[in-house]
């Protein structure tokens, strides 16, 4: 990771080395944070966050969820964050934003009321998740062993830290394999997400995916669904199942980092031409266009820091 000049910490700039936690911060132990995942681009007028107001309401949702008490408000931490940007003289493409919330130092014991929130955002220049070679020809996907965990036991539409450990071991798995990404089922064995990004297929023509039962509301996928039907595509919700991907004419996942990222094969079989498809590849550019402030219907969606 490359680091930036300043994070953002309970309110004020401090330089990248100083933004440090006690060894027995709360949620280092038991887990309880909320994370978001922001993304800015050099646009040709300067940085344009996308979507900034949609993920930090979001941040502020996962906590509320997960029982925390962000004491800053959306409209002061997108400002944070745009100040952020600022004050870091990026110079890069592509600058990747974490907010997040976590409880700090002076409580311990799993009842977590009295643990202090802790909150803060960092900002640095981060390429492609799954690599410029993804994006162009496409990824391993391997379909993990351990299922994402039911909405019965967990807090599956915070973008909770502690959903994270289930993603990791099924994402070391799959690199451990010789894959590239995890997808991941849910309990009754139907698509729910891949470990940090959504999941969308194409057979027909249409293009499908499953619902946020099982998986965080992404924004991206969103963003998604509206552009392709924009596109004259038919954009159909609904539980897949995984003989379905095995045939499908073309996968792509869809996240903030993930950008859209093209499937090229799932276990062992090819999706469709085992490449970026067609659909998968208009898809994409439109999306590069709008996120970098070249398609002017979507430009709603872009915060400009100047
Ligand atoms: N699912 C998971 C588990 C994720 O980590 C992400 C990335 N935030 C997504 C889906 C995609 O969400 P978004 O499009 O809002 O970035």
């Known amino acids: 990771m490359d680091a930036a000049k300043y994070i ?18 709360h949620t280092l132990h038991y887990g309880n944070g909320v994370i978001e995942g922001t993304k800015a681009y050099k646009t040709k007028k300067g940085y344009a966050i996308f979507r900034l107001n949609e993920h930090t309401k979001r941040l502020k949702e996962s906590a509320k969820m997960t ?3 962000i004491p800053y408000s ?8 745009i100040d952020l940007i600022k004050k870091n003289e990026f110079e890069g493409d592509n600058v990747y934003i974490r907010p997040f919330a976590f409880l700090g130092y ?16 960092a900002a640095w220049e981060w390429g492609a998740y799954l690599g410029e070679e993804g994006l162009q020809k496409g990824i391993k996907l391997k379909i993990a062993s351990m299922t994402r965990p039911a909405n019965t036991s967990n807090m599956g539409k915070a973008k909770a830290v502690a959903n994270y450990l289930n993603s990791q071991m099924a ?39 499953p619902p946020n039962d099982n998986s965080l509301a992404s924004i991206t996928q969103k963003t998604v669904i509206e552009v392709a039907q924009d596109m004259g595509y038919k954009v159909t919700r609904r ?28 276990d062992a079989r090819k999706v469709g031409i085992g490449s970026r498809g067609e659909i998968t590849e208009k898809i994409q550019s439109t999306y590069f266009d709008i996120v970098f402030g070249r398609n002017s219907k979507y430009e709603h ?6």
């Open 74 to 81: 959306v409209e002061e931490m997108n400002q944070a964050q």
């Open 239 to 266: 539980r897949i199942s995984r003989e379905e991907i095995y045939v499908a004419d073309e996968a792509f996942l869809t996240g903030t980092a993930a950008e859209i990222t093209p499937v090229a094969s799932v």
């Open 301 to 306: 969606y872009l915060t400009y820091i100047d």
């Open 8 to 25: 953002w910490m309970n309110g004020k700039f401090i330089a990248w080395d100083d933004a440090k936690t006690h060894v027995l911060s």
């Open 171 to 209: 994402k070391y798995e799959a690199i451990d394999c010789g894959y590239d990404e995890a997808l991941l089922l849910d309990d009754q064995g139907y698509v729910a997400e891949a470990s940090g990004a959504c999941f969308f297929m194409v057979k027909d023509g249409e293009i499908i995916s």
């Open 67 to 69: 029982l925390m008490d």
């Open 106 to 121: 002076g409580v311990m014991g799993v009842y977590h009321k009295d643990a202090p929130v802790e909150t803060a955002i």
